[in-house]
């Protein structure tokens, strides 16, 4: 089970930091973590992602240079750090877990778990 958090009500050029936890099982070696989020009227889209071992991380173009992806291996948690907020990044963040690293990790249909969302509003 996976839970995400540190969603919120921010003014533009704020940051935030959302975590993303797992609970019953712990993220697997070959496991990929994903990031995602869904606006209103507007399909699921990837974000931002990290290998559970290894160095790799993953960031489509709407995060590069604002978001940052890490990984606690000892807690078992992602957090995605995301600075100078726009309004078009009110969305609900989702979390997913891909737990054999296999497809195409800027699909949500790659991902086998996924967490309730965490709401964020960023306001202009």
């Known amino acids: 089970q996976l839970q995400a958090s540190g969603g919120g009500l921010v003014q533009a050029g704020a940051s935030l930091r959302l975590s993303c936890a797992a609970s019953?099982?712990?993220?697997?070696?070959?496991?990929?973590v994903g990031w995602f989020r869904q606006a209103i009227g507007k399909e699921r889209e990837f974000v931002a992602g990290?290998?559970?071992?290894?160095?790799?991380?993953y960031y489509a173009d709407v995060g590069k240079g604002r978001f940052t992806i890490s990984r606690d291996n000892a807690k078992n948690t992602v957090d995605l750090q995301m600075n100078s907020l726009k309004p078009e990044d009110t969305a609900v963040y989702y979390c997913a877990f891909n737990s054999d690293g296999h497809g195409t990790y800027s699909r949500p249909s790659a991902y086998d778990y996924w967490g309730q969302g965490t709401q964020v509003t960023v306001s202009s």
């Open positions: 990290i290998r559970w071992s290894g160095t790799m991380t």
């Open positions: 019953g099982r712990a993220f697997s070696t070959g496991g990929i």
